[in-house]
């Protein structure tokens, strides 16, 4: 693709849109980042707002006049602005912001003639228990009176708003699914996952928060990887529209992954976990039991393999973290035990100067 193009980004602010943004503009591209600041910062494009290259705009991606305007003289959309699972109430932001955003974004492609990027999720393959799963797999969802499901229909509503717009009107799209993300820029909270919490909680000698038994399995992406992803479905023209799951394959319980995370901060102390059942959780709360990308599809057309193996990602993500609890004024950090322990010193790339920040990132 001609790296003359300009690419618009919704959710540019966030912690894929600001990575991504980085990783186009490096590769020579035009980029106008729009965002409407209600789950990112302007912080996370603290490196770019002054590149010539880049244009950011503040708008919400609900409204299609705003969107019309930003993809004005864009060849590609790439859509990542979205509310997450409710898991703490919301329901109603998520379906009406994604339902909405994917709306204006559709329309907005159809009417300068862009291709779209779609940013969807492995939670659309819910309960499913074909593993691993599959982009012609079932989706497979629980009950409408769990909350969380809202989050996976309003990402469904978005991907068959793709194929509408493309049978109506030849409007070609890629859906990516992506497959848990983590690293530089991640939210600190639950947003961000279940890796922010525990590492802020592990940083600061408190308990991890696990739900349920901890028995449930995730696969961890490091945003390196992801993003490699979308700068593939950026370059990649569609026929019509394309379902390709992003992530890395590698399988790990939550409370494996507690127990890593421990040992890579090097932290004195035991862990400490706290379970919450889940039936302390309010409306109907339901867990994914087991989820894993079958990333052939991906291979095929993208020639995608994710690179970062997890011990990397973590141990670079801890570094990025600690860093930016510390530039926050958090005070309860506690420090790391020195050690030479060979177990956690598997870099494939050498870490930034202790203190420094940002952690460089290569894609
Ligand atoms: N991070 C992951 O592991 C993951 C996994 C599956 C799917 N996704 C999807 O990828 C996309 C990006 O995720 P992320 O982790 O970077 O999330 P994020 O919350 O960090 O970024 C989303 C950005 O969208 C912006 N935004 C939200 N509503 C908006 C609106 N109405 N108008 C304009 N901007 C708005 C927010 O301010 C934020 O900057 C989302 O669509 C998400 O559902 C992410």
């Known amino acids: 693709m001609d790296t003359q193009n300009t690419i618009l980004i919704t959710g540019v602010a966030g912690f894929i849109g600001s990575n991504l943004a980085e990783a186009l503009l490096a590769r020579g591209y035009q980029v106008v980042g729009l965002d409407n600041l209600s789950m990112g910062s302007l912080m996370n494009l603290t490196e770019i707002l002054q590149n010539p290259r880049f244009r950011f705009i503040k708008a919400d991606v609900t409204e299609l006049p705003a969107v019309l305007a930003a993809a004005e003289n864009c060849q590609v959309i790439v859509h990542l602005a979205a509310y997450k699972i409710p898991r703490y109430g919301g329901r109603l932001d998520t379906l009406r912001i994604n339902e909405a955003g994917g709306s204006a974004v559709f329309e907005a492609a159809r009417q300068v003639g862009a291709r779209v990027v779609l940013a969807s999720t492995s939670d659309v393959y819910g309960r499913n228990t074909e593993l691993p799963f599959r982009e012609d797999g079932n989706t497979v969802l629980g009950s409408s009176s769990s909350a969380r499901w809202s989050y996976a229909i309003s990402k469904l509503f978005d991907e068959h708003l793709a194929f509408a717009y493309n049978e109506a009107y030849g409007v070609k799209t890629t859906i990516i699914r992506i497959f848990g ?183």
């Open 181 to 363: 993300s983590y690293g530089q820029r991640q939210h600190l909270t639950w947003w961000g996952g279940p890796q922010s919490v525990f590492i802020s909680a592990i940083l600061r000698g408190q308990p991890v928060e696990i739900h349920g038994d901890g028995l449930q399995t995730r696969s961890f992406c490091f945003i390196s990887d992801t993003v490699r992803g979308f700068v593939s479905a950026v370059e990649f023209i569609p026929e019509g529209c394309e379902l390709v799951n992003i992530g890395a394959a590698r399988e790990i319980s939550i409370l494996e992954l507690a127990h890593l995370i421990k040992r890579l901060s090097r932290t004195p102390d035991e862990l400490k976990v706290k379970f919450h059942p889940y039936a302390n959780f309010k409306n109907n709360y339901e867990d994914v039991m087991r989820r894993i990308p079958d990333l052939t599809k991906a291979r095929h057309l993208f020639g995608y393999e994710p690179r970062v193996l997890l011990e990397e990602g973590l141990e670079r993500t801890l570094q990025w973290q600690r860093e930016r609890m510390r530039a926050m004024g958090d005070t309860s950090l506690i420090e790391r035990i020195p050690s030479v322990d060979s177990s956690v010193s598997m870099h494939r790339s050498s870490p930034s100067t202790p203190g420094s920040m940002p952690v460089a990132f290569s894609f």
